[in-house]
């Protein structure tokens, strides 16, 4: 199949100029195309990095909402371990004098009686109490010429009793 046109001279020119410019638009048309898919890839581009933006400010508040949840875990064991409730063989262990007279003085010892058998305890707890009984055996204290035990046994069983209700901590 032949395409043709038949046109007089006079306008030849005309139509050879006007061709011409077609094939130059049809060319700038081509190379304009190219650049529409450019544009629209540089605009998915554009959107990807948007999305990973987005979720990498997610992850990072995930981030710092784990290491929040992590550090008030770690205070809240820390708090635990600083709180544990003292077994009242600890307390004699442990209390320093200041509290230990006052502890004693929760089951009725008198503020120079409480004062005296701490300063006992504080020489004899040297070497820590192993037991109660021990407690009881090694903390004497002078009545008049001879040495008594400074805590009785029933004294002893109503400190478990008053002090187990107390809370002591470590």
Same mark, same amino acid.
């Given at each position: 199949?032949?395409?043709?046109?038949? +046109?007089?001279?006079?306008?030849?020119?005309?139509?050879?100029?006007? &061709?011409?410019?077609?094939?130059?638009?049809?060319?700038?048309?081509?190379? +304009?195309?190219?650049?529409?898919?450019?544009? =629209?890839?540089?605009?998915?581009?554009?959107?990807?990095?948007?999305?990973?933006? !987005?979720?990498?400010?997610?992850?990072?508040?995930?981030?710092?909402?784990?290491?929040?949840?992590?550090?008030?875990?770690?205070?809240?064991?820390?708090?635990? =371990?600083?709180?544990?409730?003292?077994?009242?063989?600890?307390?004699?262990?442990?209390?320093?004098?200041?509290?230990?007279?006052?502890?004693?003085?929760?089951?009725?010892?008198?503020?120079?009686?409480?004062?005296?058998?701490?300063?006992?305890?504080?020489?004899?707890r040297k070497k820590p109490? &192993?037991?109660?009984?021990?407690?009881?055996?090694?903390?004497k204290i002078k009545n008049? !010429?001879?040495?008594? !035990?400074?805590?009785?046994?029933? =004294?002893?069983?109503?400190?478990?009793? &008053?002090?187990?209700?107390?809370?002591?901590?470590?």
């Amino acid at each position: 199949m032949v395409n043709a046109f038949v +046109i007089s001279p006079k306008v030849e020119n005309l139509v050879i100029k006007q &061709t011409m410019l077609l094939k130059t638009v049809g060319n700038i048309e081509q190379e +304009i195309k190219p650049s529409l898919p450019e544009r =629209k890839s540089q605009t998915l581009v554009n959107n990807e990095l948007s999305l990973l933006e !987005k979720q990498m400010s997610e992850l990072r508040i995930e981030l710092v909402q784990e290491i929040e949840r992590l550090y008030n875990a770690f205070n809240q064991q820390e708090n635990k =371990k600083s709180y544990q409730e003292m077994t009242v063989l600890q307390a004699f262990n442990q209390l320093n004098s200041r509290d230990l007279i006052f502890r004693l003085q929760t089951v009725n010892f008198t503020n120079k009686k409480a004062i005296e058998v701490v300063e006992k305890l504080e020489k004899e707890r040297k070497k820590p109490f &192993t037991s109660l009984s021990d407690v009881i055996e090694r903390v004497k204290i002078k009545n008049g !010429k001879r040495e008594t !035990k400074a805590i009785s046994e029933k =004294k002893m069983l109503q400190i478990v009793d &008053t002090w187990s209700q107390l809370s002591f901590h470590k």
